[in-house]
Every structure is written in C-alpha cells, then in structure tokens.
C-alpha cells in the first residue's frame, strides 16, 4: 500500500466516526411519537455531512460505501424538499431507514479498518431506494421571520472533488514520510503475549538478586565475626602471614560480592524499565478504537429489533476509546447479550419511547463498558422470588429484613438466572449475564448491574463491564489463607478492596446464624458479614487466638469482611494467566510467582464479594473464627528442582489438609531439616535434581540421626526396576512414578505413613 493510499484510508477513518457522530446526534432528539424534528440550519448540517462520507467514500474508493451515502443522501434531500425552508419532521420510519443506512456505512468502514471484505449493502440500498411513510412538517406556530429559505438541493447532487485528508486518528499518526504496515491481529497478540512473558522472565531474577543481597549481608557478618575472633586470638608469629592472606582474601570476596550485587540491582533497574518500555509500545500497537469491533453491535440491536418488531433509539458513545483488540474481542458477545437484554427487559411502561445505550470508557484505572436501558430498572422483588426458587436464598423468616439491593442484583448474574415470564427471541433463558460475567472475570474485571442514575427524569438499568488496565503487571495485597499466600488486586472501579483490619474478636457476633462484625464505616457503624477466604476457597482454616486480620471488600452498599490468616505486604508483580485443572475459574483470574518461586494465586475481588454474600445469606450455625486452641496440620517438604511439579504437588497436598514447604534440591531440602525447631511429618521427594538428588537426600536422611525416622517418599519420572529397587533399598518409604500422576494416591499413601 502507497503512502498516499494509508493517509488517505487514515483520514477517513477519523471523518467518517465524526461525520456519523454528529449525523446521529442529530436524530437522536425524538419527541413521544419517536419523531425528530430539526430546524433547517440542522437539517442542512445533516444533509451535508451525508454528502461529505459520499465524497469522501469516492476518495478511498469504497462504491458499497459511496452508494449507501448516496441514498441516504437523497433521502434527506426529499425530507428538505418537503419542509420547504421551514422546519422538518421526521417520522420514525424515515428515521429508521436512515439509521439503518448509517449502519451500513459504519460496517462497511469497519470492515476496512480490518481488512475484511466489506458486507454486502443491496438489501439496505434497496430499503433506501422505497418510499417510507412520508414525513410531515410540524404543525404551523409563530416564530421569529427567518429571511428567504435557501433553494433545495437536488435530489441526486454532484458529488465533490475528493476532500483533503483531514488528521487522522491518535492510533495512526500521518506525518510526512512516515510508512504504514498492516499486521495481523493475531501477530499483535503473540507479541503482546510474548512481551508478558519476557516480563514474568524478569520479575524472576527479584529473587536472585535478593539471594545476592542476602549472601553479601551473610557475608558481612562472617567478616565482623571473624575480625572478632582474630582480635581474641593469641599472637602466633608462624599463623601471622597465613591468618593476613585469609583476611585479605575475605576481605577481597566481600568487595567482590558487593560489587556484584551492585550490579545486579543496576541491572535489574535497567531491564525491567527497557521492558516497560517496550512493553508501552508493543500495547500501543495492539491498541484499536473500540468501534472497530463494537461499533456494530448497535446495528446488530436495531436489527433485533425490528426483527421483533419494537420501536427503540440505539445510542452509542465513546467508541473512539482505544482498547487492545484482544480484549474488545472477547467482549463482543458479552456486549450483544447486554444488548439484546436491554431490547428485552428494558421497555419503558409509561409509554416513552424505548432507548439503549452502549457506552465505553478507557481511563488510566483500566476499561468500562455500559450497556443501559431507559426502562423500569431491575425488579428486586421478582430477583429475590427467582432466587428463592432456585434455591440461590432462603426464604425469609416472618418480620426479617431483605437481603441488600446489592446482594440481589449479584444474583442475576448466576447462570440460568432469569425473571423474565416466558422465552422470546430477545430473552427469557437466562445465558446472558452469566456469559458476561465469566467473560469479565476471565479478562480480571467484574461485572455489576445496578440502577441507571436518572437522566432527564428517566431511570432504567445499566450492566458495567470493569476490567483492570491491559498490562501485566498489577498491584497485589498478599495475604494467606489455609497455608498459602493468594494476592488480591486493588479492585476493578465496581469492588474496593480494603482498608486493612483487625477485627477485635469480642465484636464478632452471630446473625441469623452467620458470623457478622461491628465495623466503622463512612463516618458510622454497620454490621458487616464475614467470609473466611480458606473456606470460600475450599482450604483448611487456620485460626488464631487475638485479632482477626480481614480485607474489607465493598461494592456500592454491599460489604464483606473477607477474614485472613495473616495481612503480608502489597506488591507490584506480573500476573499471568493461570489454566490448570480443578482452578475455580469464578474467584481465581490469574497467578502471579513470588520471589522463592512460589506461586500466588491472585483472586477476583468480585468473584470473593459475591460468594461471600451469597453465603451471608444463607442462614447457618455460626462458626468460631478464633478458637484457641486449633489443631495442629501435619507438614510436608516437597522437594522438586520444577516448579510446575512443586506447585501441582502443593496444590495437592494443601487441598488435602497439610501445610507444605517447598525446596529446590536436596541440599536446600537437607538444610530446610536442620533448622532449628524445624518440625517436618514426611519429605516428599524427586529423584532428577541438581547439587543433591533424591537417593542422596534419603541417604543423608537416614544418616542423621535426628532424622532417620522420617517418612520419605519418592515420586519420580524413573520408573525402571532397578531405580525403584535402589530408592527402596536406601530407605524410601514408598516410591511413587509421576506417570499419570493422580493425586487421591499420593494423598492416600502419606495417609498411610503419617
């Protein structure tokens, strides 16, 4: 493609969004009778900006385009022509077939931007070409002399030279001699995949640069040790020379080392900005207006319904957001559902006409996607009896109060959840916002449904689609739960996460059988439910005597004391996508590798709000959080030089009620176990590992004997005869092979030993 041809197609790219813009501004002004009635100055303005995307369709040599601009052309020239210099009034199936041309145009310029063959535009040419109910002027009524109406222009105007390129769009710059490349979405995303993982790559080197800075603090301390331990020594002449080598040579390793680690931190400081970077420029190219994949879904919901039959005002706004292709992607079908929600739930009853909306917002907090409607808004009590129905709540007990508006419209988004009295083309089977919330979580965002603030008198409803900024790396308090440590983000823009707290046990109190707290909120008080993050997650909890750390979790007037083992530290780290078997896909949306390799799963604010009320709800005896005395869970070493087999083998164990420790090789393992007032039940144990493997482990195991009674068990990739009978001979426990790994045998032979 010539340079001259990209600026071309980039400059129309930026005047057909503002040519249509303004064209549908225009005919958004409905009256009750879902007319529009525009004064000549604005009719003009409409008519002319037609015949600017015909011209300019002729430019970038687009004929579907050019030939659907003509028509719409012509039909507002008729409308021109019939108001006679005075105001016009548009019926609504003028408007419709106007709205339906426009349609047309903005698929056909998507399918540009694309690269995609354009739609076919003769069924929309010929609605264009028939002859709708004709428009009549607006009743006469006295009004300021307005000079000589201007003569009509003709039905079928000359179109004008070609126009001058206007700017383009902030996605594609056009500056002298600057080239254009069409890439394939799918090689932008490989590289935008490909950029988070050189990312997590150098998150990785955090820990060897901590190990760096600990060995240089280790090393230190051995230097004052010894300068400690010469002074005290007795003056040998003979040793003299020998003991001043040493020190010279401690001293120079000390230098060493502290250059070294020097270093690496400038190192580390380095890569990591030449990675974000370039991470900000491989994210600019993935960038696309959101109208390129959104845009028409609004020409899909006119479709709908006039399909159905139902007279209804699409608005759309903010299209122009830049959002990564990917991820607007992903979101297309959850948007149509909404949509098609809306032309089924959202009809007004007070006889208005019926309006939805798409709106899309890109701020530095991330991306939010509206969908809203003018109608009567969500019917909590009907979502309560649905609910109840479905066994979601409990039927409430005589003279209770209500469960939270909040805590309801959470509901809606189960799936199969429906009010809706009978199945039609629009809705009924209760699918769509059960997609849109998993399609939300799966991106790391929520999704909420809550009343639409009033505009111009009128309610109605409105989903928001919140997910965090598109890069990698995210902000995370860490926290542990049932013996392992889980990040939370720091919310979406719909659920808050925090502040910290330490709730006194003497304010815990039981509500309906569920344990709530008194808590400070908002200048007041309120009595606030409480989760245990290690029950919602299906792990064993670990209480503790004295004050119950918790993460406050609020979204709008719902609110959630998500109880903890302990409150750790916020981070910044890269959080990758997380898909491995058994993962609740509801509360965890990615994983984020800690310092030791240990991995952190991160979980969804939303997901952990709204189980958490949903359990609320659910009348139950209440449980202690805080016994005194818990029972003590058995410990095990996994050691394993990979960490894909230490994570799945800890996520094993855990899930089965130990607490676990993690090593890297047999020699960390053999320290791990010389700790003073380390108490380890069973080592579980590889083979294949570097520094010391699995039959030296054993072997130093069964020598100490400190040790020598400790369980060991060997799971390992070798699998011959003659390794099974040497792990055995050396005192193994049990020898285990990673070949179809299953899990309930691992769990049931540690059973067996401990």
Request: hydrophobic content about 45%.
């Amino acid at each position: 493609m010539s340079d001259f041809r990209a600026e071309l197609l980039a400059a129309f790219a930026a005047e057909h969004r503002e040519h249509l813009g303004a064209i549908r501004e225009a005919l958004s002004a409905e009256d009750g009778d879902g007319a529009v009635e525009l004064e000549p100055a604005a009719l003009r303005e409409v008519f002319r900006r037609a015949h600017s995307l015909k011209g300019a369709a002729r430019a970038v040599d687009l004929p579907g385009l050019e030939a659907v601009a003509h028509r719409v052309e012509s039909l507002l020239a008729r409308e021109m022509e019939a108001a006679a210099g005075g105001p016009a009034r548009l019926s609504p199936p003028t408007l419709a077939l106007l709205h339906r041309g426009l349609d047309a145009i903005e698929a056909s310029a998507s399918a540009m931007a694309a690269g995609a063959e354009a739609p076919p535009v003769e069924a929309v040419l010929a609605a264009l070409d028939g002859d709708p109910a004709p428009s009549q002027p607006p009743p006469a009524a006295p009004r300021a002399a307005e000079g000589p109406a201007p003569a009509p222009p003709a039905a079928h105007p000359t179109p004008p030279t070609a126009p001058t390129p206007t700017a383009a769009p902030p996605t594609a710059p056009s500056t002298p001699g600057e080239g254009h490349l069409r890439v394939e979405a799918a090689r932008v995303e490989r590289l935008s995949a490909a950029m988070h993982g050189l990312k997590v790559l150098i998150g990785r080197q955090d820990s060897t640069i901590a190990g760096l800075r600990g060995l240089e603090a280790e090393l230190r301390a051995l230097r004052r040790g010894w300068d400690g331990l010469r002074a005290a020594l007795p003056a040998d002449p003979a040793l003299a020379p020998r003991l001043r080598g040493f020190d010279a040579a401690l001293g120079e390793a000390v230098r060493r080392l502290s250059g070294l680690s020097r270093q690496g931190r400038a190192m580390e400081d380095a890569l990591d900005r030449a990675a974000s970077t370039l991470q900000e420029e491989v994210e600019a190219i993935a960038l696309v207006p959101a109208a390129t994949v959104l845009g028409p879904l609004a020409a899909a919901a006119r479709e709908m319904a006039r399909e159905a039959g139902r007279e209804v005002t699409v608005r759309t706004e903010g299209l122009e957001a830049q959002a990564e292709r990917r991820v607007l992607q992903a979101l297309k079908d959850p948007v149509l559902h909404l949509l098609r929600n809306a032309l089924g739930h959202g009809a007004p009853r007070d006889g208005r006409r019926a309006e939805i909306g798409l709106r899309v917002a890109a701020t530095g907090g991330g991306l939010r996607v509206t969908v809203w409607d003018n109608g009567p808004g969500p019917d909590l009590g009907s979502i309560e009896a649905t609910a109840i129905r479905r066994g979601l709540l409990a039927p409430r007990a005589p003279g209770s109060a209500p469960p939270s508006a909040d805590a309801l419209l959470a509901l809606v988004f189960e799936p199969g959840f429906s009010t809706a009295a009978e199945v039609d083309r629009l809705s009924g089977r209760g699918m769509g916002l059960s997609v849109v919330a998993e399609a939300a979580a799966a991106l790391h965002g929520g999704a909420a449904l809550r009343p639409r603030p009033p505009v111009d008198g009128a309610g109605g409803a409105e989903v928001v689609i919140a997910l965090p900024p598109s890069t990698g790396r995210r902000s995370l308090l860490l926290v542990e739960a049932g013996g392992q440590v889980f990040g939370l983000p720091g919310g979406n823009g719909l659920v808050s996460v925090g502040p910290l707290l330490r709730i006194d046990p003497a304010s815990i109190i039981a509500a309906e059988g569920r344990p709530v707290a008194r808590l400070g909120v908002e200048g007041g008080e309120a009595l606030v439910p409480l989760a245990s993050l290690a029950a919602l997650i299906g792990r064993a909890e670990e209480p503790s005597p004295g004050p119950v750390p918790a993460v406050l979790l609020a979204r709008g007037g719902a609110r959630l004391a998500l109880t903890v083992s302990a409150l750790r530290d916020a981070r910044s780290l890269v959080v990758t996508e997380v898909d491995a078997p058994g993962v609740d896909t509801a509360l965890v949306s990615g994983a984020a590798l800690l310092e030791d390799e240990a991995v952190a799963l991160v979980l969804s604010p939303d997901g952990l709000l709204d189980r958490g009320l949903r359990e609320a709800a659910r009348p139950g005896a209440a449980r202690p959080l805080a016994p005194a005395a818990p029972e003590r869970r058995r410990h095990i070493l996994v050691v394993d030089d990979s960490i894909t087999t230490r994570t799945l083998e800890r996520s094993v164990l855990e899930a089965g009620g130990y607490r676990v420790t993690l090593a890297v090789d047999g020699l960390d393992a053999l320290n791990s176990l010389r700790e003073p007032g380390a108490s380890v039940d069973l080592v579980l144990a590889d083979v294949e590992m570097p520094r010391m493997d699995g039959f030296g482990l054993i072997e130093a195991i069964r020598a100490d004997p400190h040790l020598a009674e400790l369980p060991v068990i060997l799971m390992t990739s070798r699998d011959s005869p003659g390794d099974v009978q040497r792990g055995m001979e050396l005192g193994a426990s049990a020898y285990l092979t990673k070949q179809g790994f299953d899990g309930g045998a691992l769990l049931a032979a540690i059973g067996q030993l401990v």
